[in-house]
């Protein structure tokens, strides 16, 4: 039997003041992969202690979320969306512009859709 792979990847740099948060997502992502990870997202999100925080996201592995993770995804992006400067999602499917669309409307900082990871970077640094 062969398992599909799902879930999300993390990272954090820091620039000066400024802090990268890096997220890459794989497969259709469950309400489990966010009982793991929002907690490690909160504790990083605890330590920065200026509002600079700069997310780029890489959905090109990304199949979506079931119900219930989507949930959690929302409450996530509702709690922290003002700790988020600039997020920048890139991606390859047409479902993910749109995703960002309905996210800006959660969040006081800037979100974007990239299909090349350069352009994404290269905004995140303007």
Known sequence: MHNKRHGLSIGMERAEN???LFIKAQGKLTHQDYEIITPFIESMLTQVRTPTVNVLFDGTE????????AWDDLKLGLKHGTSFNKVALYGNKKWQAFSVKVADWFMSG???YFEKENDAIAWLNQ
Request: charged residues 45%; proline residues 0%; without cysteine.
């Open 18 to 20: 400024d802090f990268f």
């Open 62 to 69: 990304l199949d979506g979320w079931e119900l219930r993770a």
């Open 110 to 112: 800037e979100i974007k």
